[in-house]
């Protein structure tokens, strides 16, 4: 089956300091991506970058990246000099073809980062 | 602007009663998808559709039906026959292999 799995409930990091958001994730598609997503308090969705399983290099977004290790079926995310603004939950999703070829979008549980001045 | 518009961004349910929630796309995207969050919890999957007139179950479908008449809206309707329906609904789009697009999402309260 396919699963996400995020084991951080909650981090904490100064202003200004680089943080790593872990992911793991489990499939047996050869063909997947990988995705991170910001949710502030006001409960929106943004988008933060994007991997493809066939990618060979680490998708870099601003101060995103992404830590791609396909064998160990990880994908963290790295938030480099983070500032206050950066204070939200963070999901990490994959995408891949389920059940009757349908791709769906699946999600982690979220990590709450806090960033602290 | 290109987007996804959810509406209403508050409801208030009463026991035993059917309720809708809209959600509309202008960005030509095939897929559409319902999440559910609850507190301090990720996103769960209630229906996806990939094109007009189907639509496929999620991990949490019972309670909830929708519809794909049209391919900007994809409607969600709680039934009566979800228990539990207070939660925070989110609306998402996409085409092919890129990012979803959610809407700003609709808070369910059951009064």
């Known amino acids: 089956a396919q699963k996400i799995t995020q084991t951080q409930p909650g981090m904490f990091v100064q202003e200004k300091e680089a943080v790593t958001l872990d992911c793991t994730y489990d499939t047996s598609d050869q063909s997947y991506g990988l995705f991170w997503y910001k949710q502030p308090s006001s409960g929106e969705m943004i988008f933060l970058i994007y991997q493809g399983s066939y990618d060979e290099q680490n998708a870099t977004e601003g101060r995103y990246s992404l830590n791609f290790q396909k064998a160990r079926k990880s994908a963290n995310l790295v938030i480099s000099a983070s500032q206050l603004g950066d204070s939200a939950m963070y999901f990490c999703?994959?995408?891949?073809?389920?059940?009757?070829?349908?791709?769906?979008?699946?999600f982690g549980a979220g990590t709450r980062l806090a960033v602290h001045p | 602007d290109g987007g996804i518009t959810q509406s209403p961004k508050y409801l208030f349910r009463k026991e035993g009663q059917n309720v809708t929630l809209s959600c509309e796309q202008n960005l030509n995207h095939d897929a559409m998808y319902w999440y559910r969050q609850d507190p301090g919890q990720g996103l769960r999957l209630i229906y996806y559709?990939?094109?007009?007139?189907?639509?496929q179950k999620g991990d949490i479908a019972e309670g909830y039906s929708v519809s794909r008449e049209k391919k900007e809206s994809f409607p969600l309707t709680v039934t009566s026959a979800q228990k539990n329906p207070t939660a925070f609904y989110l609306c998402a789009s996409s085409i092919g292999s890129v990012e979803a697009f959610f809407g700003q999402g609709t808070r369910l309260t059951v009064v």
């Open positions: 559709s990939q094109i007009v007139n189907d639509f």
């Open positions: 999703a994959m995408r891949g073809t389920f059940s009757g070829g349908y791709n769906k979008l699946i």
